[in-house]
């Protein structure tokens, strides 16, 4: 009996992964607004497909298609002779005047992320009213289908973006011979013109703006958009390149689109590019040669059968997307819903229905939508991920390092898509150097700093139109220790040495250094931040008026301590810089500690003030139980308890991305059932016209399932996949813990291809919320500590599983390469 179960649990984990079922969003309309269309990507091309039927719409985007240009020049040489009037005024506690010359310490607010334009394409169906219409997204083999029937023909478009090859593919196919018509056309927002290419393409060229002012930013005096430079630096070409091969009939092209009459199979090829050449470097005078590199990926597309296109894309996609497999068995007798179409599925979701099917899918989409929109170099995720369609998009569309560009990273490690990492990691080696101006020109200080915002061109300063931004954001440094946690955390799941030497450390030690001079002594002789916000949020102070710069708010001590205690971990793995380390040793010791307040709450300030909003989205003070690891239920108690009371107070409601953090707060303290309340409030259906911005209206999940910060943020779905592998591995602390949070609604399933900081690639399965087997792959031959719920044995090892006072913890060697087998007792 042993014996067999031995042999099944192998034979269960043998390849990599199981085939998750399900995995489609699937209409049965096409998309009536933007948050219905259907998103593919290849990380420099996102499109949005709606669906149409006669008259198609596909909204598309290039991912280094920015306004602007570099940053040059010292826009602010003032900034450093406020410091001291700043630190000042808030030891006299006169907040108010602090948030008047902290604003005279604000720079330039960063570009805009750009729409590229619309491929329109109209299909004459002579007014047959279409019947068996259906379109979905295949997120296992990233294949967008529209099909539907007029006049008795079946009609089909299959679309995907090729990451191996760069371009996006649309195959149109009929099922009766020569009944495909259609115009395809081009149109865009900026400054373009349309023409006849030599080869029979239609090439859009255009140019992007020089200057776009963020949506929320609109004074009176100015143009918000402007495309003249007098500099010769700012405003990248662009160009969209369209191109047709038909079987059957005739194409013809001229500058107002392609023109296709009577085929019966039609391949369109897209190409999009721009001359952004690196954030240093001026777009258009030493840009790309934006012209060419559309023209060869066209000419190496159309000189490739479809199948080989598709046989490309399809292997490089699943090389990633076929690692992760997680699967919660339906207790129900029958999950009818399963059988919806996804939007109707949502709505019943939200209304009660349990459809654990409809979290599982919500959880590989985050992974999905990662892989689209994280494949470029230097060229992070966005705000919107890849996809936006508005000239002046909400927030600029750009990197918002307060919290929503790394949260858009939280899943990369943890559900096996390291190398996805790369493009954030790689920015934040050019957001250093920039910083490192900022940290002179802005504060005289030695290392690099990074604020509330930055772009493509890797802006650092404390952005706000010098004196127009809120404090309470604008003026927040903290972005370079919060990145630099991702460097840290890149080398845990990885241990990948020749990386943290040559890349992670020293910028992690220039984010060190910035603080080490940023940090002053306060009456007690603890180190403290001033001035210092805790982002976005607002206090009470003891004059009873509404403060937001304060002294050592707990979240940037959070950040400096963990930032400090990497850089400590770091400097020991690799042996050096003994003299450093100590004194990173020295000054953390004498940080201002963690306070909890009269509610039982851990403090958000240094003082116990009241909060102007006791609801408010950010919950900024909890990085030290997510994504830090100075708090824990394990390690610290009384600490978590606090953090616990602080979410209560908080609320469970908020906007899409505060949920998505909630749900890895409670994970952290372990309440899968919290976690689960908030994931299910996550998911609950948010419909384009009915979005609500206060904390107790806001967020949710479109039809098209995009995450509703609102508007539209693609955080909250990088969030929510993150807090659900949360919920079943945590490893931030000494053992990997397995099934941590797991929630009563999740009470039979099996996960595989979870990674463990130290090396380590998980499978498990569960009963009855008992975990009843599963392995370990130890990548990199590390020893192994492994914490459950109760004692597991590990086959052909004798273990010792020791009670702790949070269930037992198991530790083995292990062979680097060796995959090991456990069960419980």
């Given amino acids: 009996m042993k014996l067999n179960r031995w042999l099944c649990l192998s034979l269960f984990f043998s390849s990599p992964v199981w085939a998750q079922s399900n995995l489609k969003l699937w209409y049965t309309k096409p998309a009536a607004v933007w948050t219905e269309a259907l998103p593919v990507g290849n990380g420099r091309i996102g499109a949005m497909i709606f669906g149409k039927v006669e008259d198609e719409l596909i909204q598309l985007n290039e991912s280094t298609l920015w306004s602007g240009g570099p940053v040059s020049g010292n826009v602010n040489p003032e900034s450093p002779s406020y ?77 995907f973006t090729s990451a191996p090859d760069g371009v996006m593919v649309i195959r149109l196919t009929a099922s009766k011979p020569g009944q495909l018509s259609f115009d395809a056309s081009t149109s865009t927002q900026l400054r373009a013109q349309n023409k006849r290419g030599s080869n029979g393409d239609l090439v859009m060229k255009g140019k992007a703006p020089a200057q776009v002012d963020p949506n929320y930013y609109s004074p009176k005096d100015r143009e918000h958009v402007i495309y003249e430079d007098a500099t010769g630096c700012k405003g990248m070409r662009f160009q969209l390149r369209l191109k047709a091969l038909n079987k059957g009939g005739t194409v013809q092209t001229d500058k107002e689109g392609i023109h296709v009459r009577n085929a019966s199979e039609v391949l369109l090829f897209v190409a999009a590019t721009t001359s952004f050449n690196g954030y240093d470097k001026c777009p258009d005078k030493d840009g790309k040669d934006e012209n060419k590199l559309a023209e060869e990926l066209i000419r190496k597309a159309t000189a490739t059968s479809y199948q080989t296109l598709l046989n490309r894309h399809t292997a490089d996609y699943q090389g990633y997307f076929n690692r992760f497999s997680f699967q919660i068995n339906d207790t129900t007798s029958v999950n009818k819903n399963a059988a919806l179409p996804s939007d109707e599925r949502l709505e019943m979701y939200s209304k009660g229905v349990y459809d654990p099917g409809i979290e599982t899918l919500y959880c590989q989409y985050g992974r999905y939508l990662l892989i689209s929109s994280s494949r470029v170099t230097d060229v992070p995720a966005n705000l919107q991920g890849i996809w936006n369609k ?227 989205r950010h919950v900024s003070h909890l990085f030290g139980l997510h994504p830090g690891r100075q708090i824990s239920p394990i390690s610290t108690p009384e600490f978590a308890a606090a953090a616990e009371k602080t979410l209560e107070l908080r609320g469970d409601a908020g906007t899409g991305w505060s949920r998505a953090w909630k749900v890895n707060f409670w994970a952290r303290l372990l309440d899968g059932n919290h976690a689960y309340k908030l994931l299910r409030e996550l998911l609950r259906y948010t419909s384009q016209t009915n979005t609500n ?44 813990h397995l099934l941590a949070a797991l929630p009563n609604a999740w009470r039979d399933g ?46 052909g090892i004798k273990v010792e599983s020791k009670a702790t006072n949070l ?6 060697n292990t062979q680097k390469g060796a995959v090991y087998e456990l069960s419980g007792m």
Wanted: include cysteine; aromatic fraction near 12%; hydrophobic fraction near 35%.
């Fill in 83 to 159: 410091l001291p009037q700043v630190r000042e005024a808030l030891n006299r506690e006169d907040y108010k005047q602090a948030v008047t010359l902290v604003k005279k310490m604000q720079g330039l607010y960063t570009q805009s992320y750009m729409p590229l334009g619309d491929l329109s394409l109209k299909q004459n169906l002579n007014g047959a009213t279409p019947t068996g219409y259906y379109r979905d997204l295949d997120i296992q083999k990233a294949l967008a289908t529209t099909r539907f029937t007029a006049n008795g023909v079946t009609y089909k478009r299959e679309m």
């Fill in 693 to 736: 911005y206060s904390s107790q209206g806001g967020g949710g999940t479109y039809p098209n399932f995009f995450d509703a910060h609102p508007p539209f943020q693609i955080d909250g779905n990088f969030g929510g996949t993150a807090g659900m592998a949360e919920m079943l591995v945590q490893s931030h602390l000494d053992a990997i």
């Fill in 390 to 616: 508005e000239l002046r998009a909400p927030w600029s569309s750009n990197y918002t390092i307060n919290i929503n560009t790394q949260m858009n990273y939280w899943p990369v490690e943890v559900t096996n898509l390291s190398e996805l990492h790369r493009p954030l990691l790689s920015f934040i080696g050019e957001l250093a150097k920039t910083g490192a101006v900022t940290a002179k020109e802005f504060y005289n200080m030695n290392g690099w700093v990074a604020h509330h915002n930055t772009d493509i061109w890797a802006i650092s300063n404390p952005v706000g139109d010098k004196g127009q931004g809120d404090p309470k954001w604008a003026n927040w440094n903290q972005g370079a220790g919060w990145l630099s946690q991702h460097l840290w955390e890149h080398y845990r799941f990885t241990g990948d040495k020749k990386f943290l030497r040559e890349s992670a450390y020293p910028i992690m030690k220039g984010a060190a250094q910035f603080y080490l001079d940023w940090l002053v002594a306060d009456k007690d002789g603890y180190l403290v931040v001033s001035p210092s916000v805790s982002p976005e949020n607002d206090f009470i102070d003891a004059k009873g008026q509404p403060a937001s710069i304060s002294v050592a708010t707990t979240m940037d001590m959070s950040i400096m301590w963990d930032l400090f205690t990497n850089l400590i971990d770091a400097s020991t793995v690799l042996n050096i810089e003994p003299d450093f380390r100590k004194l990173l040793i020295e000054k953390k010791s004498k940080f201002y500690p963690l306070h909890i307040g009269h509610k039982g709450n851990l403090q958000e300030w240094s003082r116990d003030f009241e909060d102007v909003d006791p609801q408010h």
């Fill in 750 to 795: 099996r996960v595989s291809g979870l990674r463990a900081r130290g090396g380590f690639e998980l499978a498990m399965q569960w009963k009855n919320r008992r975990l009843t087997t599963a392995t370990v792959k130890s990548l990199d031959g590390e020893p192994c500590s492994l914490r459950t719920s109760e004692p597991i044995r590990i086959k």
């Fill in 807 to 812: 269930g037992y913890v198991t530790t083995f």
